[in-house]
T-cell receptor, first 113, second 112 residues
């Protein structure tokens, strides 16, 4: 059983650059979530997909953040014009419709210099 | 009042002891409750889920839920140094568009 995978695992970028992260959920899972986590905090919800439909996006998320899940399988999260405050661990999780448990990938650690 | 509250710790227990981790939540209609373990620099790992009042046991872990008191706990028996991690409590309410609401986590240190 393949778990959730994320790529890249680490990303260092300069302020102002764009970055894109990829998440591949567990194959039969139709729900996909993106979270952001900083040190000492719980995961912060960013956005949620059911199949290819983006059903909710956090109001805390600026317009620099966008996510897609074009065919209801993998998802991408793009951050445009990165800022130092974007430095965090970006987590992807997936779940199966009808089940509440969410399973996380290994995360992508972003450092903005 | 935060929606999900946990003591930040650190909670320190000797090897072999029982570690008790607590979590309270504010939304009475919450329906599913989860404990995740997170090692430093790693992502959260689901270790227990509980949906109804009472106890649920899985190996050395026992989750306890009391909906009337809005309280969920995790007991770790025979604690091992490898249990040293941050334990995150997460609460799910289908009316909240299927988002998990997270506590800040309790840091557990098991001393050999």
């Amino acid at each position: 059983d393949t778990g959730v995978s994320q790529d890249p695992r680490h990303k260092i970028t300069k302020r102002g650059q764009n970055v894109t992260f990829r998440c591949d959920p567990i194959s039969e899972h139709n729900r996909l979530y993106w979270y952001r986590q900083t040190l000492g905090q719980g995961p912060e919800f960013l956005t949620y997909f059911q199949n290819e439909a983006q059903l909710e996006k956090s109001r805390l998320l600026s317009d620099r953040f966008s996510a897609e899940r074009p065919k209801g399988s993998f998802s991408t999260l793009e951050i445009q014009r990165t800022e130092q405050g974007d430095s965090a661990m970006y987590l992807c999780a997936s779940s199966l419709s009808g089940r509440d448990e969410q399973y996380f990938g290994p995360g992508t650690r972003l450092t903005v210099t | 009042q935060k929606e999900v509250e946990q003591n930040s710790g650190p909670l320190s227990v000797p090897e072999g002891a029982i570690a008790s981790l607590n979590c309270t939540y504010s939304d009475r209609v919450s329906q599913s409750f989860f404990w995740y373990r997170q090692y430093s620099g790693k992502s959260p790992e689901l270790i227990m889920s509980i949906y109804s009042n009472g106890d649920k046991e899985d190996g050395r872990f026992t989750a306890q839920l009391n909906k009337a008191s809005q309280y969920v706990s995790l007991l770790i028996r025979d604690s091992q140094p490898s249990d040293s991690a941050t334990y995150l409590c997460a609460v799910y309410n289908a009316g909240n568009n299927r988002k998990l609401i997270w506590g800040l986590g309790t840091s557990l240190a098991v001393n050999p």
